[in-house]
């Protein structure tokens, strides 16, 4: 076993040899044999250990088994305990899951403080099953087939390659001894229940069923690669990146024929749940939105508008004085006088300055605001009713600024200048401003 985990890690892993290497140590069956196999083989190595105290005196039995192991075989240990718990109440999360967020972050944290390269867990091929059926039986895609990444960026798994079986056949030929949780007894879990009573039918009915299932998941995997190749051409051609936002041009979408299997392949990464939600967008209403913990999808017109959300609508005004040249935050404007008017757009305006009050205030625009849009002399226009008419998305609308002189819009920043305060033949101080 030994030759075929090193053979395993010079073929798919050759980054490894000569790296500091972290352990992640339960004291259980897989993860002692694991640190038997690397320490046998002379990698760099530590162990690091997890105390969740979710049983008791047993948690301490293992931290204790794993601390006298580490001390035994002379092999750097690093020890944490969690109230796993609490954790999981305060943050609303199942035990399993709240017990993951905290492991990975103490590995991640070491790694950046111990100055090791990478983590190695002791998932198997057995694991690997468990996790496809629990996946199959929840519903999921094509992703949620592949079962466990052999490697997670920093995160490797190098015993996926070997079944439970062949695990324990080592640690007894070996005789290496580890601690037995309690809880893998329990049908509590899913995963248990599929372990106890969905695998051994599946191995009964076919003896070679891990390899078969070896097999069949490497041929998903590479349809999974596959798809990604294909998304990222697609999205090339749908999708447009305007800032932090992405758009997603539905004309162009609707000519997919499996679009929805696109959009799923985009949005996944972003945290949404509620598909079908998604999916009616693109036949819904315009201005409807679907919202994951972190994003949000806009339905606009003619596009999908893919934007992170903020927590809170900025409020702040920011005054500017006269004879400032420059604003950086929240946006960057600069101020200079000329003496005559260049090219105008949308991002650069002339002004008479004699008309100004300073300060002036920059600040998000308001429900209420008027203003008279440039050319339209006399005319005065609600900048509601402006933004419609320019079919502005609510994304673009929340992140609108207005320029204001004594209570009256100089400036709907980038987009329109006020007519009122515009460069005339008896203009004689004009003020360049120009949104960068």
Not at 125 to 130: G, S, T, V
Request: net charge negative; with cysteine; proline share 3%.
């Amino acid at each position: 076993m030994k030759n075929i985990l090193q053979n395993h890690i010079d073929t798919n892993f050759p980054f490894l040899n000569n790296k500091k290497l972290l352990l992640a140590t339960s004291g259980g069956l897989d993860s002692m044999v694991m640190v038997d196999l690397l320490h046998q083989l002379s990698f760099d190595i530590a162990m690091a250990h997890c105390n969740f105290q979710l049983r008791g005196l047993e948690s301490f039995g293992d931290q204790k088994f794993v601390q006298n192991y580490a001390e035994a075989n002379n092999i750097e240990l690093f020890l944490t305990q969690f109230d796993t718990e609490a954790f999981a109440k305060d943050y609303k999360l199942s035990t399993q899951v709240a017990a993951r967020e905290l492991r990975y972050n103490w590995f991640y944290e070491l790694l950046e403080t111990e100055k090791y390269d990478y983590i190695l867990t002791a998932h198997h091929a057995d694991d690997n099953l468990e996790t496809f059926l629990i996946n199959l039986a929840r519903g999921t895609g094509l992703d949620g087939l592949t079962g466990i990444p052999a490697q997670n960026e920093n995160v490797i798994r190098p015993l996926l390659i070997f079944s439970r079986s062949e695990i324990a056949q080592y640690a007894k030929e070996n005789n290496i001894d580890w601690r037995e949780d309690s809880s893998n007894a329990s049908d509590k879990y899913l995963r248990n229940k599929i372990r106890h009573d969905l695998v051994p039918v599946l191995k009964e009915l076919n003896p070679d069923f891990l390899a078969s299932f070896y097999k069949t998941q490497t041929y998903l995997q590479e349809v999974q690669t596959m798809v990604e190749d294909a998304a990222i051409m697609v999205y090339q051609q749908v999708a447009k990146e305007k800032g932090e936002d992405i758009y997603f041009d539905l004309n162009q979408l609707k000519k997919l024929p499996n679009y929805k299997s696109y959009l799923y392949q985009w949005l996944n990464e972003f945290g949404f749940s509620a598909w079908d939600d998604i999916y009616d967008l693109v036949a819904g209403q315009s201005g409807k939105q679907v919202f994951s913990p972190e994003f949000r999808l806009l339905k606009n017109r003619d596009f999908l508008i893919l934007s992170p959300i903020n927590e809170e609508r900025v409020e702040e005004v920011y005054f500017i004085n006269k004879n400032q040249t420059e604003v950086k935050i929240p946006l960057k404007l600069a101020f200079s006088k000329v003496a005559d008017i260049s090219l105008v757009s949308n991002s650069t305006i002339f002004v008479d300055e004699n008309k100004l009050q300073f300060p002036l205030v920059l600040r998000p625009w308001q429900e209420g605001d008027v203003f008279q849009p440039f050319g339209m002399e006399g005319k005065s226009k609600k900048v509601s009713k402006f933004f419609k008419d320019e079919k502005l998305s609510l994304i673009e609308k929340e992140k609108t600024w207005i320029l204001v002189s004594n209570n009256q819009i100089v400036w709907i920043v980038g987009i329109r200048q006020d007519e009122r305060f515009r460069v005339t033949d008896s203009t004689q101080n004009i003020l360049k401003i120009q949104l960068e």
